[in-house]
């Protein structure tokens, strides 16, 4: 594996992830998305009728794609929301199902 920017670090592991870079040690393997910096992180969960495509535990932001839970129909596109809850409806283009979208996002201080 090549070496990447801290940027590509950043965008990876968030701030714990630069630290780790500063303090000259490689970390990756141990650095996930939900394991981003100590200040202010994001928990995004999604309760029903979607599928989390990404989640940034430092901004809050986070894209979905609405998900039929009656048929396993997927939207071909996903939205993406920047730290704040979603609650709607949509009825399954396959199904007709009319499914709640209930995602839930909060933020823990450091
Ligand atoms: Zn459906």
Same mark, same amino acid.
């Given at each position: 594996?090549?070496l990447?920017s801290?940027?590509?670090?950043?965008?990876?592991?968030?701030?714990?992830?630069?630290?780790?870079?500063?303090g000259?040690?490689?970390?990756?393997?141990?650095?996930?998305?939900n394991e %981003?910096?100590?200040?202010?992180?994001?928990?995004?969960?999604? &309760?029903? *009728?979607?599928?989390?495509? $990404? /989640?940034?535990t430092?901004?809050?932001t986070?894209?979905?794609k609405?998900?039929?839970? %009656?048929?396993?129909?997927?939207d071909?596109?996903?939205?993406? &929301?920047? *730290?704040?809850?979603?609650? $709607? /409806?949509f009825t399954?283009p396959?199904?007709?199902f009319?499914?709640?979208?209930?995602?839930?996002?909060?933020?823990a201080?450091?």
């Open positions: 594996m090549g990447i801290r940027r590509e670090f950043f965008n990876v592991c968030g701030l714990a992830g630069v630290v780790a870079v500063m000259g040690t490689a970390l990756l393997s141990g650095c996930t998305q %981003a910096g100590a200040e202010g992180t994001y928990t995004v969960t999604v &309760v029903s *009728g979607a599928t989390l495509e $990404e /989640t940034d430092k901004t809050g986070y894209k979905y609405r998900k039929c839970e %009656a048929c396993d129909w997927e071909k596109s996903s939205k993406t &929301v920047k *730290g704040k809850s979603v609650s $709607e /409806t399954c396959q199904c007709k009319k499914q709640n979208v209930v995602i839930n996002v909060s933020k201080e450091k």
